[in-house]
């Protein structure tokens, strides 16, 4: 029984199945009616398995080419997101791997977190036919970006819970020479001049071999800085700085440098066969936090009778853009990927194989001074008032792996169409995390009590905990999809995943004084797992569609370190956290539904079944041990409305909005330990809770004037707002918790360009309005909370040349 509540969506899907019906009617009628749809580019994808016009397919996907990701300023996958009303992520700075939700799939801390285990995303990234480990590679050289909104497993290879995204790389051109040059400059306000410069060359060798090879580079300049001690020290009191000792004030710290690549070889080996190898490489520096420290609450509160200021209200330390680190904070990205695909027709059906060798590793630092008061304070001599040092952490984050995927997609003009497909994947990982305090060995070993010693206690000098986290998982898959035309109008598909995994873990501990420590491995495993899809669309006309849609999502399971304490062993089900997996029914309806207007609308609902969220250990009452479980089942529904209007033949008016909102679906508790006296040790999650991380609302407004010029030049502007809603903080365990809200903000950005033959130059600007509206932070304990607010104002200058 599909589990759509009539009450509360019925009239919803009534209106969207009959204004359907009504406008295609309407659209029959007016012979004209595609005269103005012609002009909106439609944008040939294949998200489907097969080349179509987006505005056809029976889902929700959407597509922006080069050229739009260039006018909109979208060069990575953050800004992509950011522009996007189904899919969140907090905006952070570009050291930090966010979590990314999707149709309210979140139960993941709204912050910015230094710690890789952390980070939860609910989609899934692709380069051409390659998964991407992660969500760090920029967005140049490419034909269009595909977002897919909902589960699609039977399509492609590495599953995903929400949906995936999609990088469609530029192929090299066999019969002619081509050169692009795109540079962009731009500041922030505060900042330095910033420079993202690409240049491609697309060089024919024979008449069936071809290179291309793209190069990028991006030296963007802070405008956050570093003050290495809190504002309440006195001159001489403080730390000395990092890296430099004698420098306790760092400007503009917060920069990045990227230089990556793409080298591709093409030969066409016949008119049918094709066979392509790519080597791409990016390496990143991502250095400093983006944000404002304030002063802790009790710092604040001093002197104020009935204080009301929260950590997230107090007074700036010292302003709006400096944030309070007394260590240098960093993170080195190195991405390596080669990949080698075939395309073949073989008449009945179209193969295509791709197979990746990839590499991902980030290594960091970052300040621990407030976490490391908390677990070190307490011993004499360590504490942060007492001035001797403060802690810092570490971290080598590494993937790498091998990715198969082979599918047969039909070729032949038929009532029936099939996709086929076989993946596999083999991928090691790792999570390294330690703490360090520069005097932990000297200051600790004289205290007679704390009993420690290095030689026992293992580890590196002055290491105070050290956290491995392994895991070598290899997944089998047989994926596929068969469409049938019951009539003209009306099309019927199904589709299943059946796959096996393992997935062989290892979880390392090791403190100073070996109360968390912990050596543990553990094999989970699945056989004959499936998912299933089920779609029906039904044309009303060659404009427009509607469809219902059932498919499932799935994502792994893993282990945490979690170890006996006291003689209590650990629940079975706390050490070890399952897969969790989505059942998403989505109603939808798109097409052009008048002359010049294009309308995608969907209303959907997911059940979220054993939810994979955060959990804890704490030994000894203090030290915790962080890991993973599954919490209950979780609901979210909501709806999501696209549409395009041609004004006139020169002003198009476009407008995106999504709803979503997601909550417990059930009441849980679950402990640490088999035999939990300690209520600490559990935790209860109460039904109707809300899951939070996502806005209620989000709304993006935009409108484009373009215009022909009688001089052969093409003159464009335009000028977008987008609004975001008000976003939870975090997960609320019960329906009464107060937990903080990020506020709700709009944001301005337009552009200008004016373009001839081969070139064009354009001057942009985001946050126009310089909204400083907090969307995320971090919590540094005794120094007090950074809270991160948007980008401030930025202007820019793009120029683009193309020789061909």
């Known amino acids: 029984m599909i589990p759509f509540k009539k009450r509360e969506l019925s009239v919803l899907i ?179 001049i910033s420079n993202d410069t690409d240049v491609v060359f697309n060089i024919p060798l024979t008449e069936r071999f071809a290179a291309r090879l793209s190069l990028a580079r991006l030296d963007e300049k802070g405008f956050t800085d570093r003050q290495v001690n809190p504002s309440w020290l006195a001159p001489g009191e403080g730390f000395p700085g990092d890296p430099n000792p004698d420098q306790t004030l760092y400007k503009n710290d917060d920069w990045q440098d990227v230089l990556g690549g793409r080298l591709t070889l093409l030969w066409q080996v016949s008119d049918d066969l094709r066979i392509k190898y790519s080597r791409t490489q990016q390496d990143q520096t991502a250095h400093g936090t983006r944000g404002a420290s304030r002063l802790p609450v009790d710092r604040a509160c001093e002197g104020i009778d009935d204080c009301t200021f929260t950590s997230f209200d107090t ?91 082979t599918r047969l997609t039909s070729n032949i003009e038929s009532d029936w169409s099939w996709i086929a497909g076989i993946y596999h994947t083999n991928q090691r990982r790792n999570y390294k995390f330690s703490e360090w305090f520069a005097r932990l060995d000297e200051i600790a070993t004289p205290v007679p009590w704390l009993g420690f010693d290095r030689a026992t206690a293992g580890g590196n000098p002055n290491e105070g905990y050290r956290e491995d986290l392994g895991s070598k998982y290899k997944e089998t898959a047989i994926f596929g999809e068969v469409g049938y035309d019951i009539t003209e109008k009306w099309n019927v598909t199904v589709g299943a995943r059946i796959f096996n995994y393992t997935d062989i873990g290892s979880g390392f501990i090791r403190d100073y004084l070996g109360p968390t420590d912990s050596d543990r491995d553990f094999k989970g495993s699945a056989s004959g797992e499936s998912f299933f899809k089920f779609n029906t669309a039904y044309y009303f006309s060659d404009n ?43 109603l939808g309806v798109k097409g052009f539904v008048a002359d010049g207007w294009f309308v995608q609308a969907n209303a959907y609902q997911i059940q979220w079944n054993n939810v994979q969220t955060y959990f804890s250990q704490t030994i000894d009452g203090i030290f915790p041990v962080n890991g993973t479980t599954n919490g209950p089942d979780a609901k979210t529904r909501g709806f999501e409305l696209s549409t395009r209007y041609y004004l006139t033949d020169n002003l198009v008016l476009s407008y995106a909005t999504a709803t979503t909102k997601g909550t417990w679906d059930e009441t849980l508790t679950k402990c640490v330990y088999e035999d939990s006296v300690d209520n600490n040790e559990c935790r209860t999650w109460t039904k109707g809770g809300l899951l939070g991380g996502n806005p209620k609302w989000r709304h993006n407004l935009g409108l484009r004037y373009t215009a022909d010029l009688d001089n052969g030049m093409s003159l464009w502007g335009g000028i977008n707002a987008r609004y975001v809603g008000k976003v939870q903080n975090e997960r609320q365990d019960n329906p009464d918790a107060a937990i903080f809200e990020y506020p709700s903000y709009t944001t301005v950005s337009a552009n200008l360009g004016l373009g001839k033959d081969n070139w064009d130059v354009r001057l942009w600007a985001t946050n126009l309005t310089d909204s400083d509206a907090i969307v995320s932070n971090q919590n540094s304990g005794i120094l007090g909370r950074r809270t991160i607010a948007l980008t401030p104002r930025t202007i820019g200058l793009s120029f683009s040349y193309s020789y061909f």
């Open 544 to 586: 427009i569609l509607s469809y219902f849609t059932y498919s499932q999502g799935f994502r792994r399971g893993g282990s945490n370190a979690f170890r006996e304490d006291a003689g209590r062993p650990v629940a079975e089900d706390a050490q070890v956290y399952e897969p969790d997996s989505t059942d998403n029914f989505e």
């Open 315 to 405: 007074p700036f330390q010292y302003d709006d853009q400096t944030v309070v680190s007394r260590y240098e904070e960093f993170a080195d990205r190195d991405l390596k990927m080669d990949s080698i695909d075939i395309d073949w027709d073989l008449g009945f059906a179209i193969l295509s194989s791709s197979t990746a060798n990839y590499r991902d590793s980030s290594v960091g630092q970052a300040d621990y001074a407030g976490a490391g008061n908390s677990f070190y304070g307490w011993v004499p001599g360590l504490a942060l008032a007492d001035g001797n040092d403060s802690a810092y952490m570490t971290f080598d984050n590494s993937y790498r792996g091998l990715s198969h995927e």
């Open 14 to 192: 009534s209106a969207m199945l009959v204004s359907g019906a009504v406008l295609a009617a309407e659209a029959e009628q007016d012979d004209d009616a595609k005269s103005k749809a012609e002009q909106i580019e439609r944008i040939t994808v294949t998200g489907s398995g097969r080349p179509k016009m987006a505005s056809e397919i029976p889902m929700n996907i959407t597509a922006m080419t080069e050229a739009e990701l260039r006018e909109n300023n979208i060069g990575d996958l953050k800004a992509l997101i950011a522009d996007s009303v189904e899919i969140h992520a907090p905006d952070n700075s570009a050291r930090f791997a966010d979590s990314v939700s999707v149709r309210g799939l979140n139960v993941a801390g709204v912050n910015a977190n230094n710690l890789q285990q952390f980070i939860r995303t609910t989609m899934a990234y692709y380069l051409d036919s390659t998964p991407l480990p992660n969500i760090g590679y920029r967005i140049k050289d490419v034909a269009r970006v595909e977002r897919l909104i909902g589960p699609q497993g039977t399509l492609y290879g590495a599953g995903s819970l929400g949906g995936t995204i999609r990088y469609i790389t530029n192929e090299p051109v066999l019969d002619e020479f081509q050169f692009d040059f795109n540079t962009n400059v731009y500041q922030t306000r505060g900042g330095g």
